[in-house]
């Protein structure tokens, strides 16, 4: 028995490099049917069954809890073999991806790991992936830890989306030409000046809580912050005129938005921040009335004193020494939900990354 499960297991790890060598193949391919699929891999098996246990669909962590779960005799498939099991799994309404993701989680189970059929979490052939899972009613988020309501907090005096007026009068960035964008370090719609400072990605991924965390492509994001002064423009002296470090972004079909910007300072009071509204769709992301979450983010205490050693942040060196997250009137009740997971430095510029759960 050891010797045939060991033939066996010999036969499947080739078939599994050979499926890793074509994966390239397969992807340009990949219109080919299930059936094509499951000849290779047939052509591979002994003609023995095998015995070892491997997990039914059903029964993978991978199944969307939406999902219909079919209704079978466990114990007569098992013994039918892996051979069956294969044909069973991709015989399933389900992608090519997601039925080889099932055949080499199940196999691993029961087996030693199969490295070389692996693939990373970006991988877009025919490889294992680990970042989302994807069900009949769209795709969630892959740390279901991360996938609470972020807290709502103030816009602040300087929100720019029509609730409030500077000296000129109603201030509203949300509807000016050109708002929708990923560069947010320019002025537009007239204005012409540039914020500068270390460069800022900051990348949001929008998670909806009430649809059990999948993610929320269409929905709309409004961000904006201060410059590496502390000011805000459209209120703050000598920048009312201007508009940049405001921009509206629509989540793609991950639910991410992306902007382009540079890292705030911080202004005295203030541990640094960066504010953003949240709404259910892009064509509603014209009034603060259709919000359906405002909050704020900010950033790790290391990341912060090391942009800070960058040209033309003096001031936010000595305000930052002055304040802490305990004593911040935003995030002195925790920042587990509001800390940006933060990659870079002060010279190539940073990401700053986070999952944002709201209610849609």
Known sequence: MVRSAAA??????????????????????????????LQAIRAALPSAPFSDPVSHPSERTTMHRHEPEQEHDHDHDHHRGLAADVARLLAQ?????????????????????????????????????????TGATGSSA???????????????????????????????ALVLSGIVRSDIRASIAGASGVALGVPLTI??????????????????????????????????????????????????????VSFSTIFPGCYDGRMPHVHFEVYPSLARANSAANRVKTSQFTFPLDTLSEAYGASGYASSVSNLARISYASDNVFSDGTSLQMANVTGNAIQGYVATLVVGVSL
Request: aromatic share 8%.
């Open 203 to 256: 990348r949001l991924q929008l998670v909806n809580v009430a649809g059990g965390c999948t993610l929320a492509p269409g929905a709309a994001l409004y961000l904006w912050h201060c410059t590496r002064d502390g000011g805000y423009s459209m209120y703050s002296n000598g920048i009312v005129s201007e508009n940049y470090l405001r921009g509206v972004q629509q989540a793609d079909g991950d639910g991410w």
């Open 142 to 172: 892959s740390n279901s830890a991360a996938c609470a309501l972020i807290p709502e907090e103030t816009g602040g005096p300087y929100p720019g989306d029509g609730t409030n007026r500077n000296a000129n009068g109603v201030v509203n």
């Open 8 to 37: 066996s297991f010999t036969s499947i790890y080739a078939a599994c490099r050979r499926f890793t060598s074509a994966r390239k193949k397969m992807a340009a391919v990949a219109t080919q049917s299930n059936s094509m699929i």
């Open 93 to 133: 309404p389900a992608s090519r991806r997601q039925s080889l993701r099932w055949l080499f989680a199940g196999a691993g189970a029961g087996l030693l790991p199969l490295a070389g059929c692996g693939g990373s979490a970006s991988d877009d052939g025919f490889g294992i992936s680990t970042s989302t899972t």
